[in-house]
């Protein structure tokens, strides 16, 4: 069984996060219970989203409980009220929170005054359901994680930060591939590095050294939400880090082809890429409801594998 609270993957250990990407397989394979009859998750959005949101609503659904959407306009956290206001009104009301936000400090803080589990449903500094999803994509393909290797190629964003932590404590060998000034910042990769699990991370600047031998490689937006002001100089700044048949010509023939969507096709991944045999994309957008079925379950039902 979790903490209270997942904010971040370093809030799990190597045994945890296996734990819950089998209960995930679990539940994918031979359906859900209704453990958590009775039980409402409060969404509070302040970035809109498809996947997030239909996720954690099903998820929620599926385990017997409801899920509660609060959009930006609707909760204002940190303009209309505080957010330490805002967890402790909801904790009164609901059994859990899934918060989906700018600044890290709002998804701590929520679990700081919220009497109830937090759950981390994107910030600025991770992304770890979508890492939990992507982890069991991998799972689920291979059978075991260990020495596979992931080309991350692109910015050195929330989700590569998660998937670091995640890579190390799985046993994978993650090589993430960014131009100057985008790296994953060194803190980042000294803390993935000090975890225990037997993988590793790995930053270099050129993707082509990165995808020799990958067993998938990966791709996220150049600019997230947040960064529209950036996008030009993005845009300029990402040339050659476009995962097209060019690239994927220098890796193995079997390679997955992986992006935690929405995809600008043509930017950050061809059009052929995500349509290509070895796409997995969509295989991840459906496990983000499989992997936070998982969480819940641990978090607010006690589930334990």
């Known amino acids: 069984m979790l903490g209270r609270d997942f904010t971040s993957i370093l809030d ?74 805002v967890a402790r009104v909801l904790a009164r009301m609901v059994q859990g929170i899934a918060a989906r936000t700018y ?26 359901c979508q890492a939990l999803a992507d982890l069991l994509t991998l799972r689920e393909r291979f059978g075991n994680l ?4 992931l080309a991350y190629i692109g910015d050195g964003n929330n989700v590569a930060r998660s998937l670091a932590y995640a890579s190390v404590l799985t046993g994978v060998e993650l090589v993430v591939a960014t131009p100057a000034g985008y790296e994953l910042p060194d803190t980042t990769i000294e803390v993935a590095r000090a975890l225990a699990g037997g993988g590793s991370v790995t930053q270099v600047r ?14 996220d937006v150049w600019a997230s939400m947040g960064q529209e002001a950036e996008a030009a100089q993005r845009a300029e700044d990402f040339v050659g880090y476009q995962i097209d048949t060019a690239l994927l010509s220098a890796a193995p023939s079997d390679a997955l082809v992986m992006h935690d969507l929405p995809a600008h096709r043509g930017e950050e991944i061809s059009d052929e890429a995500i349509e290509s045999a070895n796409s997995v994309v969509f295989e ?20 334990a594998r």
């Open 206 to 219: 050129d993707p082509y050294e990165a995808v020799r031998n990958a067993t998938a490689v990966y791709a």
């Open 146 to 149: 260990r020495g596979l290797r």
């Open 12 to 85: 799990l250990s190597a045994d945890e996060l296996s734990m819950l990407l089998e209960l995930a397989l679990g539940m994918k394979r031979d359906g859900c219970s209704p453990i958590l009859a009775g039980q409402t998750l409060a969404m509070v959005f302040e970035k809109p989203s498809l996947r997030t949101r239909t996720s954690f609503d099903m998820a929620m659904h599926r385990l017997g409980g409801r899920a509660l959407y609060l959009s930006p306009r609707e909760v204002q956290m940190g303009e209309r009220e505080p957010v330490k206001d």
């Open 103 to 128: 600044l890290h400090s709002t998804v701590t803080e929520l679990a700081e005054y919220a009497d109830v589990p937090v759950v981390n449903a994107l910030s600025d500094d991770e992304h770890p």
């Open 284 to 303: 991840q957008a459906e496990n983000r409801m499989h992997a936070q079925q998982a969480v819940l379950a641990s978090i607010l039902g006690g589930v």
